[in-house]
């Protein structure tokens, strides 16, 4: 089950480079590179199969295919697909992790009302 | 505990080996076994609170939720996957294939002085290059809390090198289920080229 979309979607693709910090209130698909932070409190991060992020990164949902490194605070769940490759600590309410995936850090499984206070 | 080369010739009949290790089913297949070591350490995950537990197994889903759901902290670390990484062989003063153990614990298990209860190792020294061993062992050590408790599978006797390598999950108070580990494909390319430059440009 993927993240839900929620209807407006901005695209990285995958010869693009950014550094930097990102914020926004749309969802978010990264097949390109990113260096920073990434913010996107009520909506959610795919990260392509050709996504290399760098980043702290704050989201309703995060969708993992490529590469993160960095800490992850998702609101609502966090999915690792099985070419996922993450390297970072992540909070969140619900994960699901497909065979073959790899993570290295640490998993905190929160409820509602502390997922909301970590987002703020 | 054999050599650099034979150690990754392991890991890769689980993903490339040929067509016979290589068949989805054999990957897909689960087996169960029951572990009274497991039952042990399930007694104390299931009566104390916030116990901090480090898996150093392949990532798995089912036991990142056995843990969450006891509110229990967990840590994964998949290392026999992190000692796959290239950049860590090198040579030793005899000219031998081996993996640089420091550059590996500059990376890998890097956290504070005990602060782990539980160490589910699995069967990872089984596997794990000879060079690493000893001092992975070392860094559990110190990254355990004193009567903190480390679970680790052995062989009784040489398995031979078509033993396949399994990731654990726990699907009951003492039972396990295994399943064969299937190495990434890009980290089989990148180890052997970084073994034998040569081969890989063929």
């Given at each position: 089950?993927?993240?839900?979309?929620?209807?407006?979607?901005?695209?990285?693709?995958?010869?693009?480079?950014?550094?930097?910090?990102?914020?926004?209130?749309?969802?978010?698909?990264?097949?390109?590179?990113?260096?920073?932070?990434?913010?996107?409190?009520?909506?959610?991060?795919?990260?392509?199969?050709?996504?290399?992020?760098?980043?702290?990164?704050?989201?309703?949902?995060?969708?993992?295919?490529?590469?993160?490194?960095?800490?992850?605070?998702?609101?609502?769940?966090?999915?690792?697909?099985?070419?996922?490759?993450?390297?970072?600590?992540?909070?969140?309410?619900?994960?699901?992790?497909?065979?073959?995936?790899?993570?290295?850090?640490?998993?905190?499984?929160?409820?509602?009302?502390?997922?909301?206070?970590?987002?703020? | 505990?054999?050599?650099?080369?034979?150690?990754?010739?392991?890991?890769?009949?689980?993903?490339?080996?040929?067509?016979?290790?290589?068949?989805?089913?054999?990957?897909?297949?689960?087996?169960?076994?029951?572990?009274?070591?497991?039952?042990?350490?399930?007694?104390?995950w299931?009566?104390?609170?916030?116990l901090?537990v480090?898996?150093?197994?392949?990532?798995?889903?089912?036991?990142?939720?056995?843990f969450?759901?006891r509110g229990h902290r967990?840590?994964?670390?998949?290392?026999?996957?992190?000692?796959?990484?290239?950049?860590?062989?090198?040579?030793?003063?005899?000219?031998?294939?081996?993996?640089?153990?420091?550059?590996?614990?500059?990376?890998?298990?890097?956290?504070?002085?005990?602060?782990?209860?539980?160490?589910?190792?699995?069967?990872?020294?089984?596997?794990?290059?000879?060079?690493?061993?000893?001092?992975?062992?070392?860094?559990?050590?110190?990254?355990?809390?004193?009567?903190?408790?480390?679970?680790?599978?052995?062989?009784?006797?040489?398995?031979?090198?078509?033993?396949?390598?399994?990731?654990?999950?726990?699907?009951?108070?003492?039972?396990?289920?295994?399943?064969?580990?299937?190495?990434?494909?890009?980290?089989?390319?990148?180890?052997?080229?970084?073994?034998?430059?040569?081969?890989?440009?063929?």
């Amino acid at each position: 089950m993927s993240a839900p979309l929620t209807g407006e979607l901005a695209q990285i693709g995958k010869s693009v480079v950014i550094k930097g910090d990102l914020s926004g209130s749309e969802d978010l698909y990264v097949d390109g590179q990113v260096e920073g932070s990434i913010s996107l409190k009520t909506n959610s991060l795919t990260v392509g199969p050709n996504g290399q992020v760098k980043a702290s990164v704050e989201a309703k949902g995060v969708v993992v295919q490529g590469k993160l490194e960095g800490n992850v605070a998702a609101s609502d769940r966090v999915e690792l697909r099985k070419s996922a490759v993450v390297t970072g600590d992540i909070s969140t309410q619900r994960i699901s992790i497909e065979e073959g995936a790899y993570l290295k850090g640490k998993i905190d499984i929160q409820g509602k009302a502390e997922a909301k206070t970590a987002q703020k | 505990m054999a050599s650099v080369t034979q150690n990754f010739m392991k890991l890769f009949r689980g993903s490339s080996g040929g067509p016979e290790a290589n068949s989805p089913a054999q990957a897909s297949q689960k087996l169960t076994r029951r572990s009274s070591g497991l039952g042990e350490l399930a007694r104390t995950w299931d009566t104390e609170k916030s116990l901090c537990v480090l898996d150093l197994g392949s990532t798995s889903a089912p036991n990142i939720r056995h843990f969450t759901a006891r509110g229990h902290r967990i840590y994964s670390e998949d290392l026999l996957t992190a000692s796959t990484e290239p950049g860590l062989v090198t040579k030793d003063e005899q000219g031998n294939v081996v993996l640089d153990s420091r550059k590996f614990l500059a990376d890998n298990l890097m956290y504070p002085a005990a602060h782990f209860d539980i160490v589910l190792c699995w069967n990872l020294p089984d596997y794990l290059d000879e060079s690493l061993v000893r001092p992975v062992v070392g860094r559990l050590w110190s990254v355990m809390k004193p009567g903190g408790m480390l679970l680790a599978f052995f062989h009784t006797r040489d398995a031979g090198p078509d033993s396949p390598c399994y990731r654990f999950h726990i699907v009951g108070s003492d039972t396990l289920e295994m399943q064969r580990i299937v190495l990434r494909k890009e980290a089989t390319l990148r180890i052997s080229s970084a073994i034998s430059p040569q081969s890989s440009s063929s």
